[in-house]
């Protein structure tokens, strides 16, 4: 599973509130390609053997400028990774959580 938070984008559960695109193995926790077949994963592209969980419709929104956002990775039999970073220019920029590039 694939998650990217910023701001509050929809009036759900808190967990589910700044979820801007989220995407999940199309056969469950289980299923899907595993991570180590995909070669990368491209902001709002859905890989093949996963299904878009969030928006729930169309496609994921633009990165804001100056917004800082979170990535959540979890995998089953590999380790997942959280992180932060601020859209920049039109690039990625590796944060800590409170926005402070490392």
Same mark, same amino acid.
């Given at each position: 599973?694939?998650?990217?938070?910023?701001?509050?984008?929809?009036?759900?559960?808190?967990?589910?509130?700044?979820?801007?695109?989220?995407?999940?193995?199309?056969e469950?926790?289980?299923?899907?390609?595993?991570?180590?077949?995909l070669?990368?994963?491209?902001?709002?592209?859905?890989?093949?053997? #996963?299904?878009?969980?969030?928006?729930?419709?169309?496609?994921?929104?633009?990165?804001?400028?100056?917004?800082? #956002?979170?990535?959540?990775?979890?995998?089953?039999?590999?380790?997942?990774?959280?992180?932060?970073?601020? #859209?920049r220019?039109?690039?990625?920029?590796?944060?800590?959580?409170k926005?402070?590039?490392?």
């Open positions: 599973m694939l998650r990217v938070e910023g701001q509050r984008v929809r009036s759900t559960p808190a967990l589910d509130a700044s979820v801007v695109w989220e995407i999940a193995p199309r469950g926790k289980f299923g899907g390609t595993g991570v180590g077949i070669d990368s994963i491209t902001y709002g592209e859905i890989p093949p053997g #996963y299904l878009q969980k969030y928006p729930e419709e169309g496609k994921a929104p633009p990165l804001v400028e100056g917004q800082l #956002y979170a990535v959540l990775f979890e995998t089953t039999g590999a380790n997942g990774a959280h992180v932060y970073f601020i #859209y220019k039109g690039r990625l920029v590796e944060t800590n959580f926005g402070v590039p490392l």
